[in-house]
């Protein structure tokens, strides 16, 4: 069973920065696409970002674009999210998902974590 865990949610102020973890046990994590998504109260869960196998190509949502980046460990079978110039309209519950193929959209996603809120106050 392949499990994921997020880590490193929580409350900050517009401006600030937060990195979030998500620790990925029970499979091979190399083989796996990564992505992180987000739902905000009374909203779609969103795509955020997604980053390949090898950590060698990434992608990224336009509304985070330049703020957000996301990288992997292969070694401790990580995938963060390092988030800087956080919005209050970044609220939501960010979650980390796996997809043995290549896809990075919600509906391609293999596997998915519990989630961990992001509030950040104007």
């Known amino acids: 069973q392949v499990l994921l865990v997020e880590s490193g949610g929580g409350l900050v102020q517009a401006g600030d920065s937060l990195r979030l973890s998500c620790a990925v046990s029970?499979?091979?994590?190399?083989?796996?696409?990564m992505g992180w998504f987000r739902q905000a109260p009374g909203k779609e869960r969103e795509f955020v970002a997604a980053i390949r196998r090898s950590g060698g190509s990434t992608y990224y949502a336009d509304s985070v674009k330049g703020r957000f980046t996301i990288s992997r460990d292969n070694t401790k079978n990580t995938v963060y999210l390092q988030m800087n110039s956080l919005k209050p309209e970044d609220t939501a519950v960010y979650y980390c998902?796996?997809?043995?193929?290549?896809?990075?959209?919600?509906?391609?996603?293999?596997?998915w974590g519990k989630g961990t809120l992001v509030t950040v106050s104007s």
């Open positions: 998902a796996a997809n043995i193929g290549m896809g990075v959209s919600p509906s391609h996603m293999d596997y």
């Open positions: 029970g499979g091979t994590f190399s083989i796996y696409t």
